[in-house]
């Protein structure tokens, strides 16, 4: 199994519409949580990152499920500049700094 | 500096040459990380650098593969007699640690083996 699970997509939502891509993780010593976007030949970029009460930035919202091992990020009114890989992370068991990148989500937003 | 800068951003080798990848952190960032990406795949864990401590090379795909921290700052990644299948963007990332403030990354060395 492999320690970070996403579905590679692609999603393709028109403008306005809310989608949401889920991820799991394999290790329950996992404590730290995050998502990265990352546009086509581009570096990963740091999103948000992921608490375990949920948290809202702007459009997006993230959510977390210690008990299923379950990490979700929502994304309301999408625009055409969301369109991008969206990776699911977390840190490596037992080491907050050394962190695990899911294969990504792909999201494209059309007119 | 202001974010993290990675050199060259593009390198062409012929197999079983040699090659450096240079990474300059965020200054002040006492972690260091090197990923490495292939054409649509996922980041790959290579090798971690943290303050003074030995540094975990559990990613590193061979004994080819070498890096090295000099003064708790630059890392330079080395790859000897290159082969075809470690054409890849070879990515370095940099953070604070204890803080979860997750990781700043450079843009990247594109490594083409031909």
């Known amino acids: 199994r492999k320690e970070v699970e996403q579905d590679p997509g692609p999603f393709n939502v028109p403008e306005g519409a809310t989608v949401a891509f889920n991820c799991t993780y394999s290790?329950?010593?996992?404590?730290?949580f995050f998502w990265y976007r990352q546009d086509c030949r581009k570096e990963p970029k740091l999103l948000m990152s992921?608490?375990?009460s949920g948290n809202e930035d702007g459009r997006f919202t993230a959510q977390l499920n210690r008990a299923s091992q379950y990490i979700s990020l929502l994304i309301r009114d999408s625009k055409l500049s969301d369109s991008a890989t969206y990776l699911c992370?977390?840190?490596?068991?037992?080491?907050?700094?050394?962190?695990?990148f899911g294969t990504g989500t792909r999201l494209q937003v059309f007119p | 500096g202001a974010g993290v800068s990675q050199s060259p951003s593009n390198k062409v080798t012929e197999k079983g040459k040699d090659v450096e990848l240079r990474c300059d952190p965020i200054?002040?960032?006492?972690?260091l990380y090197w990923y490495r990406q292939s054409l649509g795949q996922g980041l790959e864990f290579l090798i971690y650098?943290?303050?003074?401590?030995?540094?975990?090379k559990s990613g590193l795909p061979s004994d080819r593969f070498s890096a090295e921290r000099t003064g708790g700052s630059v890392s330079t990644l080395t790859i000897q007699r290159t082969q075809q299948e470690d054409s890849a963007v070879y990515l370095c990332?940099?953070?604070?640690?204890?803080?979860?403030?997750?990781?700043?990354f450079g843009s990247g060395t594109r490594l083409t083996v031909v």
């Open positions: 990332a940099s953070s604070l640690t204890g803080l979860n403030p997750g990781y700043t």
């Open positions: 290790n329950s010593a996992s404590q730290s």
């Open positions: 992921v608490y375990s």
């Open positions: 992370v977390v840190n490596a068991p037992y080491n907050t700094d050394k962190l695990i």
């Open positions: 200054s002040g960032h006492t972690a």
């Open positions: 650098f943290q303050g003074n401590s030995a540094p975990d």
